[in-house]
């Protein structure tokens, strides 16, 4: 049985899409993380930023995250911020298949869009998004058991490219 895909990237890398390309080639289940913070919060994230703070949207995140991470779903797409907690760091260090979907800005922008419901892209958000990506790219790499490039792919080039890199 191939392990468990837990893919991790900024905004923009398509993780929620890769995902749900991976349960379609596989036929294995996915969540996505953020999806569960919303219905379990009633609300969208980017709403929760906006009444309750990051915070409070972190502190749920790490729940649904560590979770997320002890189940039994095949296919998991991490909030990008997620990995940010060092007891996520810890759990996310003991996986087999831990994906960095990276990509560049030039190629997240379109996909943002940079002006819709992104709470921490707010402002200037070509530079809040490299300011996020600054921070969160050692962290990335350290965990990634492998790394692919989502730029200028379709979601399922990406699983497809996935399926065949990742360990067995």
């Known amino acids: 049985m191939a392990p468990r895909i837990v893919l991790m990237g900024p ?8 995902a749900r390309a ?12 953020d999806g569960l913070v919303e219905a379990k919060a009633g609300k969208k994230v980017s709403e929760i930023f906006i ?10 995140e790490k729940a649904e995250v560590l979770a997320a991470l002890e189940g039994d779903e095949e296919i998991i797409a ?15 260090a003991s996986l087999p ?3 960095f979907l990276d990509v560049s800005i030039s190629n997240a922008a379109p996909r943002v869009g940079f002006n819709r419901e992104r709470p ?14 600054e921070a969160r790219r050692p962290i990335y790499e350290r ?3 492998l ?18 890199r990742m360990p067995a």
């Open 120 to 133: 921490l892209l707010v402002g200037n958000p070509r530079a809040q998004w490299l300011s996020l990506m």
């Open 11 to 18: 905004p923009g890398s398509g993780k929620s899409s890769v």
């Open 97 to 99: 298949c831990v994906v």
């Open 147 to 164: 790394t692919v490039s989502t730029d200028n792919k379709k979601p399922d080039e990406v699983a497809q490219e996935i399926l065949e």
């Open 22 to 33: 991976l349960s379609k080639r596989t036929g294995k289940s996915f969540l996505d993380t």
């Open 51 to 60: 009444e309750e703070g990051e915070i409070e949207f972190r502190r749920m």
């Open 143 to 145: 965990l990634a058991t």
């Open 78 to 92: 991490l909030g990008g911020g997620s990995v940010l907690d060092s007891d996520v760091q810890v759990k996310m």
